[in-house]
């Protein structure tokens, strides 16, 4: 499951702490759609996820996968048994880089899923694909969560919320994941997440 943008907020809907450093957060980008698939995935058959992502922006000393991982526990249920958290650079290429390592030093004969949201499975799979020990199932979330959460994803997906953005920008500019696609395909890329 790879990361999503975390964004510290002083009105922010969760709260966090580790090691005495406490956080309010939001999570950016879409409303929680690879957590409601990591509930559904744990419900059926999936029963270990490896958490990668790199440091919150502003709170370095905190991990994405640790912010995930306390959010999957206190509010989807699932328990902390069924989590590898990984720290990676805070990239989808990093995150890739993570995962090589974890799966060459902990011998993964399965193929595991890459579990990540539509608007960014495309450039996901790009940096995965360097992975040649493996050859990772797209997991889109939408798609694990269609029944229930049609009208939210629906919703997230028209032209006037962020999701039609997070694929093309309104300018030509603007991050999106098209221009991520441009961009590493130029070698200009740069990561533009929090």
Do not use: W
Request: glycine residues 8%; contains cysteine.
């Amino acid at each position: 499951m790879l990361a999503m943008g975390i964004e510290l907020s002083e009105n922010g809907k969760y709260d966090f702490e580790k090691d005495g450093l406490k956080i309010k957060y939001n999570i950016t980008g879409d409303p929680e759609f690879r957590f409601k698939a990591a509930k559904k995935l744990y419900a059926s058959e999936t029963k270990k996820f490896i958490l990668v992502g790199g440091s919150v922006k502003n709170a370095e000393a905190i991990s994405k996968p640790d912010v995930m991982e306390d959010l999957l526990v206190k509010k989807y249920g699932i328990p902390k048994s069924c989590m590898v958290k990984l720290v990676s650079e805070a990239n989808t290429a990093g995150n890739a880089k993570a995962v090589k390592e974890y799966i060459i030093k902990n011998k993964i004969d399965d193929d595991p899923g890459l579990l990540t949201n539509y608007y960014h499975m495309v450039r996901a799979l790009r940096d995965f694909a360097d992975i040649r020990e493996k050859r990772f199932i797209p997991i889109v979330a939408e798609g694990q969560i269609y029944d229930e959460c049609f009208d939210e994803i629906r919703k997230f997906y028209e032209t006037n919320t962020i999701g039609l953005k997070k694929i093309i920008g309104e300018s030509k500019d603007q991050s999106s994941e098209i221009k991520g696609l441009h961009d590493i395909e130029s070698e200009k890329y740069k990561s533009g997440i929090s």
